[in-house]
């Protein structure tokens, strides 16, 4: 313990940091992968071809790369277009708009599922008493949708929690990082760290997991 109190603000500092890239990246993830569900849904074509080649490229590539791409790579195109441009990107936009655009590809796919769950009879029926597609979406399948979307946006927040962890390729601080750094220098007694760091990430992770079950569980004794 006498190792491990001095770590402590560090490892709190890690952690709000790592709280901070999760919670200003899922939101974002959730409002752009709608927008993927409902345009991969579509029969226009060049709403349809974009959204499903983004998705299946997101997912089909490592998010290490991804965000070397975003940090390094468009970081640079900006900076040759214009240098003050290039600012744009440091640590915390990259970091961010990595982990919202590699989420938001895995959570258009929660999104189609979850809308393809509602009886396509009950938007035959919405639209046959005259509700307009916007209303049909809005008021019969999104609110059936949503209790069976909210089990896998938990289970995807939990891992966007470790994830995060990303962010130290291009010298971020989270709690990932700090654990790394004090393993480097304790390199002979790395455990009390470790066990530190996993308490922390189940500190997080935990009221998440509760806090959802309680809310699925309201939810679905509405409709």
């Known amino acids: 313990m006498d ?9 709190l ?7 901070f890239y999760c919670l200003a990246s899922f939101p974002i993830a959730l409002v752009l ?5 409902l345009m991969d849904g579509s029969r226009i ?5 974009p959204a499903r080649i983004f998705i299946e490229v997101v997912r089909g590539t490592p998010i290490l790369a991804q965000i070397f791409i975003i940090y390094y790579g468009l970081g640079a195109l900006l900076g040759l277009i214009n240098p ?7 640590v915390w936009t990259a970091g961010i708009g990595t982990l919202a655009l590699n989420y938001a590809a895995y959570e258009a796919e929660v999104y189609r599922a979850g809308f393809l769950s509602v009886e396509q009879g009950q938007a035959e029926a919405a639209l046959s008493l005259g509700l307009s597609p916007s209303q049909n979406f809005f008021h ?9 979307m909210i ?9 966007l929690l470790k994830d995060s962890a990303i962010v130290s390729v291009i010298a971020g601080s989270d709690l990932t990082s700090v654990l790394n750094s004090y393993v480097r220098t304790h390199a002979s007694n790395p455990l009390p760290f470790f066990l ?26 509405a409709l």
Not at 3 to 11: A, E, G, L, Q, R
Not at 45 to 49: D, K
Not at 140 to 148: E, G, R, T
């Open 140 to 148: 019969i399948q999104l609110p059936q949708a949503i209790p069976l």
């Open 45 to 49: 074509v060049w709403l349809h071809g």
């Open 84 to 90: 003050s441009w290039a600012l744009l990107i440091n």
């Open 196 to 221: 530190l760091a996993i308490v922390l990430y189940l500190v997080m992770s935990l009221p998440v997991s509760y806090v959802a079950k309680r809310l699925e569980r309201r939810l679905r004794a």
């Open 33 to 37: 992968g709608m927008f993927l569900a």
């Open 3 to 11: 190792v491990i109190w001095p770590t402590i603000p560090d490892f």
């Open 13 to 19: 500092v890690g952690t709000r940091n790592t709280l």
């Open 151 to 159: 089990p896998p946006f938990v289970n995807d927040f939990i891992y």
